[in-house]
């Protein structure tokens, strides 16, 4: 049973910094998708960032390139999603997101079976 706990979300000042982490289980995940996404209140789930295992190949939304990155930790079984330069635009909740053995590896919600609980970033002004 596949199994993401999201943690580190928060209020933050515009231009600040905010890093999550998504605590993965119940696979190797050594041929795996990992993304985060956000939905933001009366918007569509959009993709962030994702990660492919094994190779690390990354990708990124627009929005968010050169601001956010996606990393992991092998040994910790985690992947982070560090946030700088915030915008107010920024807000949403953000979930993890995984698939295991996938057919494809974007940025849509579609290619992913196994989601976090989320966790709430709200930024101010």
């Known amino acids: 049973q596949v199994q993401l706990v999201e943690s580190g979300g928060g209020s933050v000042q515009a231009g600040g910094s905010l890093r999550l982490s998504c605590a993965y289980s119940?696979?190797?995940?050594?041929?795996?998708?990992l993304g985060w996404f956000r939905q933001a209140p009366g918007k569509e789930r959009e993709g962030v960032a994702r990660l492919v295992t094994g190779g690390g190949s990354t990708a990124y939304a627009d929005s968010v390139k050169g601001r956010f990155t996606i990393s992991q930790d092998v040994a910790a079984n985690t992947i982070y999603l560090q946030m700088n330069s915030l915008k107010l635009e920024d807000t949403a909740m953000y979930y993890c997101a995984a698939e295991v053995w996938p057919w494809n590896c974007r940025l849509l919600s579609s290619d992913y079976g196994y989601w976090g609980q989320g966790t709430q970033v709200t930024v101010s002004s």
């Open positions: 119940g696979y190797t995940f050594s041929n795996a998708c």
